[in-house]
């Protein structure tokens, strides 16, 4: 008898999800919205993840060419109590461009790609389906610019709801800073215009949780002048033993807090060196003032280190700064395809208030040197400055939108690849990776207020992942998405 009422559950299960995607088929069709579903012979590209460690099945992946069509979708959806998300550029490390777990209905947004770059107030009207170097190219043709990340193909949705940091935003901020409106598509299909006098709850939340909240198709940015020039240095060390190491990553905290521009962009690099003890070094950054200054900005921090092994110091115009650290992908995301990779990714953003101590960094170094040397992935550690002195990122009231870690002096980055780059992942890479940020965290202070980026997503922080990743914003965050989000329509793994 339990055989049997298991069967018919089973059984009644597939009659429902059959019935839901023909109702689905039927309701997308008749708004004319073009959709690929499981039973297409271009399913499996269409859901592919950018992470391939992520093999996701979504029941159908829609390109709705419209806000109304956006709007259709996610109604469709909604009123079948589907999961819907919305994908950009698909770009997110756990998959949730897909869902993150399987049966999603996914709204891609590839063919919302208008760019409307206003003179009069130097603002920009950008749809989501845009990717990175899309709108760098189309704002520099117009003498604009936005502070962004590196890689080009990532996707504007996602980067602008989750924070958005490059080399310029000591200057100017995160992408999301640059926000001052937004069209937004609610759960239950309604499209809504959000900024700081229209739903201004909406306008906070979509600045550092979008994606949990709603889909936004597009956003209003505040741009900026595209610098008259760009200074971008690439200082490598091939081999730096545990102490050299130790002191330069201490050297660049200290050097952070004395009087370096805001025009200056920087991160530090560390890989698998050549033996047990080394580590690979890198300094790379960019400078957005008079060149002929850079070397003087800089020498008090190479002054802690021996000479490099190269070093290479390029002067261009802003899009070729863009271009250099794009590379080896182009800008021009229509030239050549993405690309994809195999890998576990964590983030640990340190308080500038309480920077890392001196035990954390050796330990930190002495794991990298160590363990790093015999791990079997492919992994590179970045620390990227976001604050320091001038830094336009923590100058932002931490209240005045979603993102929730404003007192932050490097947003560190641990990014381990496959060995091939292709599946599977090896099960001891994620050991590996959480030793690292232990390495850290557990010779910290117990009360160390740090965070974690959304950016770089991670589906193994478990319990601890709503406060690393919103911090003192989960509360209200909850009854914003109570709100406007009910039956939790937008649901994805380490969401809202």
Not at 405 to 434: C, E, H, N
């Amino acid at each position: 008898m339990v055989l049997l009422s298991l069967l018919n559950i089973a059984a009644l299960s597939t009659c429902a999800a059959a019935q839901n995607l023909t109702v689905l088929q039927q309701t997308l069709s008749a708004h004319g919205v073009s959709a690929v579903y499981q039973k297409d012979k271009n399913y499996t590209t269409v859901s592919q993840a950018y992470n391939r460690r992520f093999t996701i099945s979504p029941l159908a992946v829609a390109f709705p060419t419209s806000v109304a069509q956006v709007s259709s979708v996610v109604a469709a959806g909604a009123a079948q109590n589907l999961e819907v998300v919305a994908r950009s550029g698909g770009h997110s490390y756990i998959a949730n461009g897909l869902g993150g777990t399987n049966g999603a209905l996914v709204v891609d947004l590839s063919k919302l790609k208008a760019i409307t770059v206003r003179p009069s107030n130097n603002t920009a009207l950008i749809e989501s389906g845009n990717r990175l170097g899309d709108v760098a190219l189309a704002l520099n043709a117009a003498g604009r610019a936005l502070p962004h990340g590196t890689c080009s193909y990532v996707g504007i949705g996602g980067h602008s709801g989750y924070g958005g940091f490059g080399f310029t935003s000591r200057a100017w901020g995160l992408t999301l800073d640059t926000v001052k409106s937004a069209t937004v598509v609610l759960a239950n299909g309604t499209v809504v215009a959000a900024s700081a006098n229209v739903n201004p709850d909406i306008f906070w939340a979509i600045r550092g949780a979008s994606p949990s909240v709603g889909i936004v198709t597009s956003i209003e940015v505040q741009t900026f002048k595209a610098p008259a020039s760009a200074t971008v240095f690439q200082y490598s060390w091939n081999s730096l033993s545990i102490a050299a190491a130790s002191t330069a990553i201490a050297a660049f905290q200290t050097y952070a807090t004395t009087k370096i521009p805001a025009e200056l962009g920087a991160e530090l690099t560390l890989s698998k060196g050549p033996s047990s003890g080394k580590v690979a070094f890198v300094f790379t950054g960019a400078y957005y003032g008079n060149s002929v200054a850079l070397n003087t900005i800089i020498a008090p921090y190479l002054k802690n280190l021996p000479k490099p092994t190269s070093n290479n110091t390029k002067v261009g115009t802003y899009i070729n700064s863009v271009s250099f650290f794009a590379g080896p992908q182009p800008v021009n995301t229509a030239s050549a395809p993405d690309v994809s990779d195999t890998f576990y990714t964590k983030s640990l953003m340190t308080p500038q208030s309480a920077p890392m101590s001196t035990a954390a960094i050796n330990a930190f170094t002495t794991y990298m040197a160590t363990q790093g040397f015999a791990s079997v992935t492919s992994w590179f550690v970045q620390l990227e400055l976001y604050g320091g002195t001038n830094s336009a990122i923590n100058t932002v009231p931490l209240d005045s939108t979603a993102f929730a870690k404003r007192d932050t002096l490097f947003t560190i980055q641990l990014y381990a690849s496959s060995a091939t780059g292709a599946p599977p992942y090896p099960a001891a890479g994620f050991a590996f990776m959480d030793g690292m940020v232990a390495s850290i965290v557990d010779n910290s202070p117990a009360n160390w207020n740090y965070g974690a980026y959304l950016n770089y997503i991670d589906d193994r922080l478990g319990v601890n992942a709503t406060n690393l990743y919103y911090g003192p914003h989960y509360a209200r965050l909850k009854s914003i998405k109570a709100r406007v989000d009910p039956k939790d329509i937008f649901r994805f793994p380490a969401g809202v």
